[in-house]
């Protein structure tokens, strides 16, 4: 039964592109680890959608309680450097020009504590379609000094041809 749903949607959004939805799990970054010359990198949680994606657009919502900063946005789909050790965790800290990485955007906390994101990159489609999506943030602009950027109602829209 479950093989013929997922064959029915499958041709249903072939023959409209029809978008779909993949969620992936909240999640939160310290702030106060977030270097203005590194980018910081969490992996990602999802259900590997069971269809190749043709093209991704991640959209969701930040929340910082901190005005007149500046966040860059970058994604990768493989392990994006070697971990480091910061206290008892372990973190990927990694140059944001580092092959593989790719750049998604830009947004600034001057217009309020939260706020709105779209991206879209080939990054994110191959992360997706893979199952293997790391997202990374870097400070941009301003003083971020502490407190968590919180990252929720991550979706991925996607079309399938």
Request: aromatic content about 10%; glycine content about 10%; proline content about 6%.
């Amino acid at each position: 039964m479950r093989l013929w749903l997922i064959l029915l949607l499958g041709l249903l959004a072939g023959c409209g592109n029809m978008p779909l939805r993949v969620p992936l799990a909240d999640f939160e970054v310290n702030i106060a680890l977030v270097p203005s010359d590194r980018v910081l990198f969490v992996k990602q949680r999802f259900d590997k959608p069971p269809l190749s994606l043709s093209q991704v657009a991640l959209e969701g919502y930040l929340t910082y309680r901190q005005e007149n900063i500046a966040l860059g946005f970058y994604a990768t789909d493989a392990t994006p450097c070697s971990p480091t050790r910061v206290g008892s965790e372990d973190l990927y800290l990694c140059n944001p020009n580092q092959p593989g990485i790719a750049a998604l955007g830009r947004v600034g906390f001057a217009g309020g504590a939260t706020q709105r994101f779209e991206f879209s990159h080939s990054k994110l489609t191959s992360g997706i379609n893979s199952g293997e999506l790391w997202l990374g943030v870097r400070l941009e602009e301003g003083l971020a000094t502490a407190g968590a950027l919180q990252f929720r109602s991550l979706v991925a829209r996607v079309a399938v041809f």
